[in-house]
């Protein structure tokens, strides 16, 4: 059974930056694309990026400028560089993969096309 698990996760102050990590067991990451998402209080998940295998990203338009996703497939790690973080950034944010078959191409940044989900890091932005 694959497993991913999120870190890097905390209290930061409006304009600050954090770098969330996940890890995941085995082959699982190598693969697979990766979607990072997150969940406010009262809110549902929502895709904030995601990195597929061939390197192509994706962004939630509120991020764009200033998170950045990475991957690194020999450490089966993916990364979220969060800079300039604001108080509607606060929420818990998770890391996801998909299981085998792993299509070759592309698939949706949605919550529907992941199956295999970390328990998630808490973020929270003070202003």
């Known amino acids: 059974q694959a497993r991913v698990e999120e870190s890097g996760g905390g209290l930061v102050q409006f304009g600050g930056s954090l770098r969330l990590s996940c890890a995941a067991s085995?082959?699982?990451?190598?693969?697979?694309?990766i979607g990072w998402f997150r969940q406010a209080p009262g809110k549902g998940r929502e895709a904030v990026s995601c990195?597929?295998?061939?390197?192509?990203?994706t962004y939630e338009d509120s991020v764009k400028g200033r998170f950045a996703v990475s991957r690194d497939n020999d450490k089966s790690m993916a990364y979220l560089q969060m800079n300039d973080l604001k108080p509607e950034d606060t929420a818990i944010y998770y890391c996801?993969?998909?299981?085998?078959?792993?299509?070759?191409?592309?698939?949706?940044?949605?919550?529907?096309?992941?199956?295999?989900w970390g328990q998630g890091t808490q973020v929270t932005v003070s202003s």
């Open positions: 990195i597929m295998r061939d390197g192509s990203v």
């Open positions: 996801a993969v998909l299981k085998p078959p792993i299509p070759i191409g592309p698939v949706p940044c949605r919550r529907e096309s992941f199956q295999t």
């Open positions: 085995g082959n699982s990451m190598r693969y697979s694309p």
